[in-house]
């Protein structure tokens, strides 16, 4: 990813056993949220909540030179099959621990205590940027609107993480 660069290309996966393209809302606002911010949406995928499958899924996002950032959603609950996180925790090379901490108090001052059940985490893999967010498409709105939309923008002052891009494979 170049550190100029001002339109990033960004796969989304929905993560679920359930969804299917035409009843994919989640990705679908995350698609229109990408597009409104002049990034291009270089893939979208629906993924079954099998942690091998995310991870297979993960890993071949992080190998093509063609994605900059991959954005997840779904499979961040606490029931059994709710594996994203843990897909995530095996590829990554650092936990990016604020946009977690971020979206759950955003998420407490809409669903209040509830927002403890979302698991939502973010981390670097290979100077790749990876984002999962909870499965509903009001998590998706307010993850990009409130914290996706500054920080994959260049030019967001004081700080974004797109400037730290040229550094994330520094030894």
């Known amino acids: 990813m170049d550190k100029n660069k001002t339109s990033l290309n960004i796969a989304i996966a929905t993560i679920s056993d359930s969804r299917t393209t035409e009843s994919d809302v989640s990705g679908k606002v995350l698609e229109k949220k990408i597009i409104e911010s002049s990034h291009k949406l270089h893939s979208k995928s629906i993924i079954v909540d099998d942690i091998k499958k995310i991870s297979s899924y993960l890993m071949e996002c992080i190998e093509n030179n063609n994605i900059d950032v991959i954005i997840t959603t779904g499979g961040t609950g606490l029931t059994g099959r709710d594996s994203t996180p843990e897909a995530i925790k095996k ?58 939309r500054y920080q994959l923008d260049i030019n967001y002052k004081p700080c974004n993480l797109v400037e730290l891009v040229p550094r994330l494979l520094e030894k």
């Open 91 to 148: 590829i990554i090379d650092k936990e990016i621990d604020g946009f977690g901490e971020l979206f759950r108090m955003l998420s407490y001052k809409k669903i209040g205590t509830s927002a403890l059940q979302s698991r939502a985490l973010a981390g670097i893999a290979k100077g790749k940027f990876i984002f999962a967010i909870p499965g509903s498409p009001s998590a998706c709105k307010d993850a990009w609107d409130q914290i996706l």
